[in-house]
């Protein structure tokens, strides 16, 4: 490999937040190149300096043109510098030879304590197995290795596996998250310039010879791309090296790079401080920290939102099947498939006649021939209207409430002497006071048999038998139903009404010959409780 096989390509800024520079290396001599095809591999920094390929060919850059004394290249022609190795011997156009690469890498592994049967082949297998761990995938590996020959990759690829080199230099597959926490910081110039100085010295003469001056002028003899790309990625090594080393200084400070300039003095202090400040405490940026976690966050979300569809889908197939019973039972009503029965009650205008039944048929029929009845009274100004009786639970608690009023209520007896039904309009108290009234019945008719109201109210106790007011009341009204009553009198607004009150219609029990269900009768209804 020689000097004109190395160059230098610049990812763009999706990669990361640091600078992504690959070095491109030209290779036309492998094993399996039997035709001297152009392949290219490529190294992106590692994210340990230890482990760096750029990092470790600056090294050897600066051990062969500052320590060890070898003239720099010159680009005058193409002829003078593109036999220059990069591995050398003895002489720097020629190659290093396989006997003392092997020796090398044989004293280079008893140093590390390794013991491997292959030598120089390990660092190609280990490459292949480590990125294979990583989850880098088949087609990267073998494009990384040139084992790949299909006409894809030999004739319009670029040949450079881009998520092989990322694995390999300790970052993730996916581009983006490329950060170098010892980039940060570049180096200042008075440092770099000391790094092969003669970059700027060819520099001129490049620029002269792109407007196509010859070496008199101030140019070169021949158009070189390849000197070109090389001083490029020389200009990048300078800064590639000065960062590596200000990392590696404080692990390895008997380096002997430390003893050449650029490497001491009151600027190389400053920068190697300002490096190492950053390489430890350094986070990654938080755009990156985002990006990083925008995988995970939208794994969450979509498994979210696949159970949230899922129990919105079960939802809506219980909704529609409630809803088709809904419209089966609605289309069976307005077919006439199920009875209806009217319960209901009839205002206090002229009575109602019911039509004679018709004879049967196919589907029945109801036909009602009433008088509209007439609008309920409004109520008087000053009149009471209670929603609901308050809760009792004794005895003496259902006469306190007739005779003096409880909660805050007025006493029912004077709400009935004064204002009759009206003051109870809604069909719950209604109920409520039909039933508490068969106790206050019940009272009224033993008081006035001559009892005193301590005794009625200890023999409706005593009846009671600790049960609750509901039980007492279904046991009064089946003693009522029997015969057993005691005097069987009916009372009507706290005034006691002979059981017998002589000829003529009886009034029913509640409200005397004033309320309406004198006129149209009391439907029986079921117990309900208080």
Same mark, same amino acid.
Request: with cysteine; hydrophobic share 40%; aromatic share 10%.
């Given at each position: 490999m020689e000097l004109a096989d190395l160059s230098l390509l610049d990812y763009p800024s999706s990669e990361g937040p640091s600078p992504c520079g690959c070095l491109v290396t030209l290779l036309q001599d492998g094993k399996l190149n039997k035709t001297a095809k152009k392949e290219f591999m490529g190294a992106l920094r590692h994210k340990d300096p230890l482990f760096c390929t750029q990092?470790?060919?600056?090294?050897?850059?600066? &051990?062969?043109?500052?320590?060890?004394?070898?003239?720099?290249?010159?680009?005058?022609?193409?002829?003078?510098?593109?036999?220059?190795?990069?591995?050398?011997?003895?002489?720097?156009?020629?190659?290093?030879?396989?006997?003392?690469?092997?020796?090398? !890498? &044989?004293?280079?592994?008893?140093?590390?304590?390794?013991?491997a049967s292959k030598k120089t082949h390990l660092p190609r297998r280990v490459g292949a197995q480590d990125a294979e761990t990583h989850g880098t995938s088949l087609a990267q590996i073998s494009q990384a290795g040139r084992w790949n020959q299909s006409v894809l990759c030999?004739?319009?690829?670029?040949?450079?596996?881009?998520?092989?080199?990322?694995?390999?230099?300790?970052?993730?597959?996916?581009?983006?998250?490329?950060?170098?926490?010892?980039?940060?910081?570049?180096?200042?110039? +008075?440092?770099?310039?000391?790094?092969w100085p003669w970059i700027e010295e060819w520099e001129p003469r490049f620029e002269a010879r792109a407007r196509r001056q010859c070496w008199a002028e101030g140019g070169l003899d021949d158009d070189d791309l390849a000197a070109d790309g090389f001083l490029k990625l020389m200009r990048r090594l300078r800064i590639v090296l000065l960062?590596?080393?200000?990392?590696?200084?404080?692990?390895?400070?008997?380096?002997?790079?430390?003893?050449?300039?650029?490497?001491?003095?009151?600027? &190389?202090?400053?920068?190697?401080?300002?490096?190492?400040?950053?390489? +430890?405490?350094? !986070?990654?940026?938080?755009?990156?920290?985002?990006?990083?976690a925008l995988p995970e966050l939208s794994g969450v979300l979509e498994s979210t939102r696949e159970a949230v569809l899922q129990n919105s889908?079960?939802?809506?197939?219980?909704?529609?099947?409630?809803?088709?019973?809904?419209?089966?039972?609605? /289309?069976?009503?307005?077919?006439?498939?199920?009875?209806? !029965?009217?319960?209901?009650?009839?205002?206090?205008?002229?009575?109602?006649?019911?039509?004679?039944?018709?004879?049967?048929?196919?589907?029945? !029929?109801?036909?009602?021939?009433?008088?509209?009845?007439?609008?309920?009274?409004?109520?008087?100004?000053?009149?009471?209207?209670?929603a609901a009786l308050a809760k009792v639970f004794t005895v003496r608690d259902v006469w306190k409430e007739w005779e003096e009023g409880i909660a805050g209520q007025p006493a029912v007896r004077v709400l009935e002497e004064t204002w009759g039904s009206r003051w109870r309009p809604g069909n719950g108290i209604r109920v409520q006071f039909c039933r508490r009234k068969v106790i206050w019945d019940e009272l009224l008719?033993?008081?006035?048999?001559?009892?005193? #109201?301590?005794?009625?109210?200890? #023999?409706?106790?005593?009846?009671?038998?600790?049960?609750?007011?509901?039980?007492?009341?279904? #046991?009064?009204?089946?003693?009522?139903?029997?015969?057993?009553?005691?005097?069987?009198?009916?009372?009507?607004?706290?005034?006691?009404?002979? /059981?017998?009150p002589g000829p003529g219609p009886r009034p029913t029990r509640g409200q005397g010959h004033r309320g309406r269900w004198a006129r149209l009768g009391r439907r029986r209804t079921a117990p309900r409780r208080q």
């Open positions: 990092g470790a060919l600056a090294q050897l850059f600066f &051990w062969r043109w500052h320590v060890a004394g070898e003239p720099s290249p010159s680009f005058r022609r193409r002829q003078d510098w593109y036999r220059i190795k990069v591995l050398v011997g003895r002489d720097r156009e020629q190659e290093l030879s396989y006997p003392t690469q092997l020796q090398e !890498t &044989w004293r280079i592994f008893g140093a590390a304590g390794l013991m030999q004739a319009y690829l670029t040949r450079l596996p881009r998520q092989f080199m990322r694995i390999v230099a300790g970052f993730s597959a996916s581009p983006g998250d490329y950060f170098l926490a010892r980039a940060a910081h570049e180096p200042p110039y +008075v440092l770099q310039k000391q790094l960062q590596d080393l200000a990392v590696l200084q404080p692990r390895y400070p008997s380096l002997p790079f430390f003893a050449y300039a650029p490497f001491n003095g009151p600027e &190389w202090d400053e920068f190697a401080v300002a490096v190492r400040s950053d390489a +430890v405490g350094a !986070t990654e940026p938080l755009s990156l920290l985002v990006q990083c889908q079960r939802l809506a197939i219980r909704l529609e099947a409630q809803l088709e019973g809904i419209q089966d039972g609605l /289309d069976a009503l307005l077919q006439g498939k199920v009875p209806v !029965t009217f319960t209901g009650h009839f205002g206090a205008g002229p009575a109602v006649s019911l039509a004679p039944a018709p004879a049967p048929s196919t589907a029945p !029929t109801l036909n009602f021939n009433t008088a509209p009845a007439p609008a309920p009274e409004p109520p008087v100004p000053g009149m009471p209207v209670v008719a033993r008081t006035a048999s001559g009892k005193s #109201e301590e005794e009625a109210v200890a #023999e409706l106790e005593l009846l009671r038998a600790g049960q609750s007011l509901n039980r007492l009341i279904d #046991e009064l009204k089946q003693r009522r139903r029997r015969g057993q009553g005691q005097g069987r009198i009916r009372v009507q607004v706290g005034t006691p009404v002979p /059981d017998d």
